[in-house]
């Protein structure tokens, strides 16, 4: 059984709903393997609890957001 696993800050409901969706239809197209055969799971991490170029995720949306009104 295929395996999908995705770490992202926290998603709406919906747009859990459409990777969900998305992600197993193009890993099906792409493998031939039947979408039902598919687990995909999603796993929500605080923005705190992510970082990059020594920065959490919350301090880079909020510099971009600064600088892109």
Do not use: W
């Amino acid at each position: 059984m295929p395996y999908i696993t995705v770490e992202c800050g926290a998603l709406s409901n919906s747009q859990k709903e459409a990777l969900i969706r998305e992600l197993t239809r193009t890993a099906s197209e792409i493998t031939g393997t039947p979408p039902e055969f598919f687990l995909v799971t999603l796993k929500e991490l605080p923005d705190q609890n992510i970082g990059i170029g020594g920065r959490t995720i919350d301090q880079v949306k909020a510099a971009y957001h600064q600088n892109n009104p």
